[in-house]
Every structure is written in structure tokens, then in C-alpha cells.
Nanobody, 118 residues
Framework: QVQLLESGGGLAQAGGSLRLSCAAS????????MGWFRQAPGNQREFVAR???????TIADLVRGRFTISEDHAKNTVYLQMNALKPEDTAVYYC????????????WGQGTQVTVSS
């Protein structure tokens, strides 16, 4: 089992910044990717960003240029730096831990609320 501990959500004003963190622990895969999804009320969960163990980042079009994903491999932690926040970024953000060499999510974090006020 893999446990994902998220932190860093909260309230921000439009144009502001927040940084989310997700620390993975437990029986980790030898190679893995981690990332972030989000879900706003009434909407489906949508992809935000993904980072492979080799450092290849994929960012959703909706947030490209504003959000960046990075990692501290020694800490098994992935970060989502969110800049120039917009009210439409308001959602619950979920950390994702992918199956090896796959785009299938094997484990989900519990979610952290991000609220952006106008």
C-alpha cells in the first residue's frame, strides 16, 4: 500500500499563489510518476499535471504557464506551484500516484481544498 499525504491547500485571492505538496510513503514502486488532478463541484475530476520519475512533466492546457510541477525525489514528495490563480481554479485537488510505466492512477490522496476568491 502507498499512502499520500497532501498539504498546502487553502484560500487565495485571484492573482495569488499557493503551493501544494504530496508526500508518498509505504511500499513505493521502484519507478513511478506522481501528479495532480482536481474536481470542482458538479464537475468531473480532471487532470492537472504529472511528473515522471525521469523528470518529464505534463501540464494540462488550462493551467499551463501558471502551474508547475516539481519533486523532491529524496523525500518522495511532489509539489504543485500554482501562480496567477483564478476563481475557476477553485476545486479539491487530489494527488495521484501512478502505476509503473502507466498512465493509470494506482493511489489517490484524500484531497485538499483550494479556494480562489475574486
Amino acid at each position: 500500500q502507498v499512502q499520500l499525504l497532501e498539504s498546502g491547500g487553502g484560500l487565495a485571492q485571484a492573482g495569488g499563489s499557493l503551493r501544494l505538496s504530496c508526500a508518498a510513503s509505504g511500499r513505493l514502486f521502484s519507478t513511478y510518476a506522481m501528479g495532480w488532478f482536481r474536481q470542482a463541484p458538479g464537475n468531473q475530476r480532471e487532470f492537472v499535471a504529472r511528473l515522471t520519475g525521469g523528470g518529464v512533466a505534463t501540464i494540462a492546457d488550462l493551467v499551463r504557464g501558471r502551474f508547475t510541477i516539481s519533486e523532491d525525489h529524496a523525500k518522495n514528495t511532489v509539489y504543485l506551484q500554482m501562480n496567477a490563480l483564478k476563481p475557476e481554479d477553485t476545486a479539491v485537488y487530489y494527488c495521484a500516484y501512478y502505476s509503473p510505466l502507466s498512465t493509470d492512477v494506482a493511489y489517490w490522496g484524500q484531497g485538499t481544498q483550494v479556494t480562489v476568491s475574486s
